[in-house]
Each structure stands twice: as C-alpha cells, then as structure tokens.
C-alpha cells in the first residue's frame, strides 16, 4: 500500500529564509510524486512533480523538489521565502498504472507560515 | 485558472438529507476524480470515473455515489448524510490516455459542505 507522510504539521519561516518541507513516502511500485499547494478556502494547486528522469524537479514560484529513492523521501524547498508563500502545501503520491492511474494518496499537509 | 468548476460553492443541509454535487472538468479532460477534505487533514481519494464508468473507489460507503455524463461532467451523491461529512468536497479532472494512464490532475475550487 502506498502511503505519504508529512513532517511537522506546521513550518514557520522568516520572510527570505530557506524554505524546507519534508515529504517521506511508502510505496511498493515506483511512484509518481506531487507537491500542491492550497490556499485558504481554494482548490489544490500543482507546484511541482516527479514522473520519471531527472530527480531534482523544478516547479513554480521558485519551489523545487528532489527524489531520493534511497531515502523514499520528496522534499520541498524555496531558497527565499516570500509572504505570498504562506499557505497549505500537500505531498501526493500516485500509481500510474493501468486502471490505478490519477488516484492521489495525501499526506495530511503542512501549514507554511511566512514572518516578515 | 485550471477550467475545473464545482457547484455550489457552500451547502448547507442537515442529517439524515441527501445532497449532489457537480462537477464540470477542465477541456479535453476525459477523467473525473472525488476527493474529500476533512477540515485540518488532506484530501482523501472517493472515487473515479472513466468512461461513465466507476474506475476505482477508496474506502468510502456505497451511500456516497457518483456519475459521469457524456460530456465528462460528473456528480457526486452522499444520501443520508451524517455531521462527519461535513468537509470540502474536491473534483479533479485528468486526461487518461490510451494506455489508461492519467495524466496529472487538476483541481476545482471545491465545495464546502456543511451538515447539521
């Protein structure tokens, strides 16, 4: 069974600090990693993911992702913090296997919190 | 802007009803996903369609059905609703190809349901 776990379910970080949010998963089957992004009272948004290839993952907003097989791990990071980054950020692994494509398994977030 | 639309926004019913959501997915998008977002947690994953058809369904009881119409519009179902479903109520839509392989999801704004 594949299952995402979310470290510390609440950051704080100073406005240009580095941003760090860790992301392990569990999965029997090579996985397919997201990282969305949800702001208050909206949807989720797709900041980044890992299909195949390249382990370092570039997304939007300056965020950027790298897959560790090794450690199961998908963490989030953003050199410099900005006050528009505060906001939900959620971890998702997918099996994009036929008839199990597009189900999302979610870790249960991460409140990104920004000082100025 | 994703091209994703639920209605409504915000409902309101009380135990026992019975309540429909739709959902509209994004421009040649032939997949509609359900998820539920308890306040405080991550989305959980209800269910799937392809094809008009239930394409895999996570741990949720048979009162929570869905449909999808020729246009790859979709409803959700909950009869006999209890106060813990109360949550926001996500529809995602993807693009599942010939191989059944879905490409990455994109999310609605949800919609918040609220049971008294």
């Known amino acids: 069974a594949q299952s995402v776990t979310q470290l510390g379910s609440h950051v704080s970080v100073s406005e240009g600090a580095l941003v760090l949010l860790r992301c392990n998963y569990s999965s029997s089957v090579p996985p397919y990693l997201f990282w969305y992004v949800q702001y208050p009272n909206q949807g989720l948004q797709l900041l980044l993911k890992?299909?195949?290839?390249?382990?370092l993952v570039k997304g939007i907003n300056g965020f950027e992702a790298e897959f560790k097989k090794s450690e199961t791990s998908f963490h989030l990071t953003k050199p410099s913090a900005h006050m528009s980054d505060a906001a939900e950020y959620f971890c998702?692994?997918?099996?994009?296997?036929?008839?199990?494509?597009?189900?999302?398994?979610f870790g249960q977030g991460t409140e990104l919190s920004v000082k100025p | 802007e994703t091209g994703v639309t639920q209605s409504p926004t915000h409902l309101i019913k009380t135990r026992g009803q019975q309540v429909t959501l739709r959902c509209s997915s994004q421009s040649g998008h032939n997949t509609v996903s359900w998820y539920q977002q308890a306040l405080g947690q991550g989305p959980q994953f209800i269910f799937q369609y392809y094809r008009e058809e239930e394409n895999g369904r996570g741990n949720f009881p048979p009162r929570f059905s869905g449909l999808q119409f020729p246009n790859y519009s979709s409803e959700l179902n909950v009869n006999a609703l209890e106060l813990d479903d109360s949550a926001l109520y996500l529809c995602?839509?993807?693009?599942?190809?010939?191989?059944?392989?879905?490409?990455?999801?994109?999310f609605g704004q949800g919609t918040r349901l609220t049971v008294v």
């Open positions: 995602a839509s993807s693009l599942n190809n010939l191989r059944g392989m879905n490409t990455e999801a994109f």
């Open positions: 890992y299909t195949t290839g390249a382990t």
């Open positions: 998702a692994v997918s099996l994009m296997i036929y008839n199990q494509g597009g189900k999302l398994i």
